[in-house]
Nanobody, 129 residues
């Protein structure tokens, strides 16, 4: 069982920056795929950024160039740096984790993320114009 606790959300002016943190209660987040998602009332949850099973990072088109996902493995903490914030970035931001699975095939091993099944309670980011 993995417990995730987000922090860092607050109200900021457009153009400002925030760093959100997610503390994970697990032996090591290196055994997990990690991600940030966000959701506003009446809209579907949107993936913001993630670290995949191959340690690659991916970002939503809506945040590319403005957002950086990172982690401190010693602290088992995931971060997301949000820069040049816009009012449309206003949302509840959630941290999520997924276990890693994979398959052996001739000549190698392919790791992949399972579905994100562990979620934090969320932290609210509000951007005013």
């Amino acid at each position: 069982q993995v417990q995730l606790v987000e922090s860092g959300g607050e109200s900021v002016q457009a153009g400002g920056s925030l760093r959100l943190s997610c503390a994970a209660s697990t032996s090591t987040i290196l055994q997990l795929c990690m991600g940030w998602f966000r959701q506003t009332a009446g809209k579907e949850r949107e993936g913001v950024a993630r670290i995949g099973a191959d340690d690659s990072t991916t970002y939503a088109d809506s945040v590319k160039g403005r957002v950086t996902i990172s982690e401190d493995n010693a602290k088992n903490t995931l971060y997301v740096q949000l820069n040049s914030l816009k009012p449309e970035d206003t949302a509840m931001y959630y941290c999520a984790a997924a276990t890693i699975t994979g398959e052996y095939y001739r000549g190698g091993y392919r790791a992949r993320c399972q579905s994100f099944g562990y979620w934090g309670q969320g932290t609210q980011v509000t951007v005013s114009s």
